[in-house]
Each structure stands twice: as C-alpha cells, then as structure tokens.
C-alpha cells in the first residue's frame, strides 16, 4: 500500500509539481515586476504600438513629454485620444508637480562639461550643463565648430564612459583635431575618436532624422550619450528655406526640431550643443545682422546662448546671452592646438 502510495506521489504528482508551481508562482512574481509599457496606455493595441515604436515612441516618457499635435502627426489618431494616452502616461510616470527637493536631487545629477577655460566656464556657471540646449552663435571662424570639437573631448575627460554624437552639417568635423585635442586632454585619441559618434547630414529632413536616432543609440544600444552636438543647427534651414514667403515653415520645422533636442537633453540628462550662425547680410536674412538665426525659436529653447566673436590678438570673446540665472557677461581666451587657454 505505502509503496504504492508513493509510486503515486512518484508517477503523477511529481511530474506536475513544476507546473503547479509555475501556475502558483509566475503570475505573482509578474506582477511585482511588471513595468507598463505603452501597451497599458488607452486605446493602444498592437498596431498602434508599432507604429508608435516606428517613430520613436517607445516608452512611457516619450508619450508622456509629446504633444497631441506631435502624436497626431506621428500616428494619425484623433486629438481626444492623444490626449488620453499622453495623461494616462503622466499617470503611470508620477508626473506633474514634484518637491523642490526632487528638483534638486535631478539638479545634483548635471554634469558641468569644461571648455577648458576657467573664464569661459565660470561665465556660464562652471560649464556646460547636461540636461540643456547651448547655443553659440557668431560670425564664420568664431570658434563655434572649434568648440564643438572640444566638448566632445572634454565630455569623455569627466566621463571616461561617455559617448559624444556629432550631427555634421557642414562637413567640418575633423578626426585629427580631436586627437591633438584628446593628447592635449591627456587620453587616448583612438579611444576618444571611436567614442565619438559622427553622422553627416545632407539637409534639413535628414538633419531631424539623425537627431531622433539618437534615441535609439541611447535605448537600443545603451550607449551612455552624454552630449549632442548639432554643427550648424540652422543652416540647412537657411539654405532650404529662401525668401519671405517660405519664413513661416522654416520656423515651424525648426521649432519641431529643436523641441526634439530639448526632450532628448531633458529626458537623458545630456548636453545639446548647437552652433548657429548669425545673418551676415540684413537686406537678405532680415533683420539685425548680429542677431542668431532662427530668431525667438531657437531663443526659448536655449538654456544658455553664448555670442562668440573674434577678440584682439587673434583671442575669442564670450558673450552669455539671458541665462536663467547667472548674470550676462563677457570673457576672452584663445583657441589653441591643446584647447582653449585662459589670457
Ligand atoms: P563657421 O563654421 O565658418 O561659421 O565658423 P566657426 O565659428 O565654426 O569657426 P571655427 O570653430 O571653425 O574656428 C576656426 C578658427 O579656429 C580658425 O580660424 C583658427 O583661428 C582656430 N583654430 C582652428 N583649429 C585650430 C588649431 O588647431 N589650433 C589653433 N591654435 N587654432 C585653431
Ligand atoms: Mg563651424
């Protein structure tokens, strides 16, 4: 009786003591860990989730900071619905009002990138914050791609992990000055150059494209990016975009593109550093000729806007443009083949 017994235990419980335990134990366990994904969100089924994903709204964060407009565009819902997703969203995030403690502590995670000059740095509050957009804007040879090249140096210095992407509109990326500027760093320019991620944009279309890879890099190859450079963020704009007519689109799709650099600066905790020109001609580009193109767009989405001009001596003046909080001023230093050198 008792062998038989056990043979029972044996034979027929046993085998589905694995399967008991899996239907005891999984769902529960699921539970707890389980992450919403945008899949949660109101009237998001599969098809709407791909083409969500299509675009680059693959998470949570990503609807939460989109507009309905930018949603509607993206997937051709209805307004009602895109605000329901975007709600739902900030719901499930915990979004809206947070203590200034909490501001503080995101505050506490900005990396200040050097220029290299102490003087440049302490204008602008002792570097280049992640988490913003910095422009600079000034006349050809200024030192705006110079600078450009040396944060994407100076960003791996503080970060040995950290990976720049350089958006070229231009074609003036050089890889041998960022080695004479990683020697002058102290770090290995082969190591520097291949954390450096260059892609050349042909036009304006293109330009938008690159930037929103970059989310990709950052969510789907996990690669620490802790500074986008956009060399020159508006020229392409300008080249496309001619006449007075056609002024009202530019400016509306400039305005999607640098909304998408600020959510990338925001929600990654990465520098945006965009060079601009200013309008060397103002019979042809309207208006005053020291005045950065792109005109109040480009101006509410710039945390820290920085005039750079040619000084005496072959030196290079700052200029810090309305800051939120430190006060407008001037610095001088110069470009030299190791970097930037306080006077
Ligand atoms: P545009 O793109 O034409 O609007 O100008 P920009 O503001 O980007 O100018 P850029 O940063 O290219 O500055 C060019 C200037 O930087 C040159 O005229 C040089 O004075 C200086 N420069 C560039 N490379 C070096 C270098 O290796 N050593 C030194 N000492 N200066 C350099
Ligand atoms: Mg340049």
Redo the contacts with the bound molecule.
């Keep these: 009786m008792v062998l038989a017994k056990e043979k029972i235990i044996e034979n027929e419980i046993k085998p589905h003591v694995g399967r008991i335990k899996k239907m005891v134990d999984v769902p529960i366990e699921k539970k707890e860990k389980k992450v919403p994904t945008i899949m949660d969100l109101p009237g998001v089924g599969a098809a709407t989730a791909e083409k969500l994903e299509s675009v680059g709204y693959s998470d949570l964060m990503s609807i939460a900071v989109a507009s309905p407009g930018e949603l509607i565009n993206a997937v051709g819902i209805a307004e009602a619905q895109a605000r329901k997703m975007i709600n739902a969203a900030r719901g499930m995030l915990e979004m809206g009002f947070e203590s200034g403690v909490d501001v503080l502590k995101r505050r506490e995670k900005v990396i200040k990138i050097k220029s290299g000059s102490k003087a440049f740095d302490d204008l602008i509050g002792g570097g280049f914050e992640t988490g913003s957009i910095t422009e600079c804007f ?10 450009a090249h040396i944060l994407a140096v100076n960003v791996q210095k503080q970060d040995p992990n950290a990976i720049a992407v350089y958006i070229d509109t ?1 074609n ?1 990326f050089r890889p041998d ?1 960022i080695k ?1 500027l990683a020697e002058g760093a102290g770090l290995s320019p082969e190591k520097v150059l291949k954390n450096i991620m260059v892609a050349k944009a042909y036009n304006s279309d293109h330009q938008m494209l690159l930037a929103e890879k970059v989310e990709d890099l950052i969510k789907k190859q996990g690669m620490n990016v802790r500074l986008v450079v956009v060399d ?1 963020l508006t020229a392409h704009f300008r080249a496309e975009f001619i006449g007075r007519g056609t002024l009202a689109e530019r400016q509306q799709k400039l305005n999607k593109h640098v909304h998408a650099l600020l959510k990338l600066a925001d929600v990654n905790n990465l520098l945006v550093y965009v ?1 601009n ?1 200013v309008s060397a001609d103002p019979a042809a580009f309207f208006g005053d000729p020291t005045k950065p193109i792109g005109g109040h767009i480009v101006a509410h989405a710039s945390t820290f806007r920085i005039y ?1 001009r040619k000084g005496k001596k ?1 030196s290079r003046v700052a200029k810090l443009i309305d800051s939120p909080n430190m006060q407008d001023g001037e610095c001088s230093f110069y ?3 190791n970097g930037l050198r306080d006077i």
Excluded: I
Aim: proline content about 0%; cysteine-free; charged content about 25%.
């Design positions: 000034g006349e050809f040879g200024s030192g705006k791609t110079q600078l231009e003036t000055r004479q020159s060079t020109q750079l072959g470009v030299e083949t």
